[in-house]
């Protein structure tokens, strides 16, 4: 399970980065490390913003991703 977890992690990772690529090519992108405790222990320790959803930073993000906590949890 927690392989198929870790492998779902880099596939969406890696498509949200090639249509971030893909769609943003005239945006400046800044790399960040990650430091958000929501975004903690993932395979990867930096991110881009601002981000396919428009974030402009971890803050940002980890607001709307806090409303999905309880089903990050489970496991």
């Known amino acids: 399970m927690k392989n ?10 890696n498509l949200v980065k090639k249509n971030f690529d893909v769609q943003n090519q005239n945006f400046v992108r800044i790399i960040v490390r990650i430091t958000c405790y929501l975004f903690r222990g993932f395979k990867y320790n930096q991110t881009i ?5 428009n ?20 496991k």
């Open 49 to 53: 913003f601002p981000n396919l959803l």
């Open 55 to 74: 974030h402009t930073d971890q803050d940002d993000a980890a607001i709307e991703i806090h409303q999905f906590w309880p089903l990050i949890e489970i």
């Open 4 to 13: 198929n977890r870790n492998n779902s992690r880099v596939l969406v990772h």
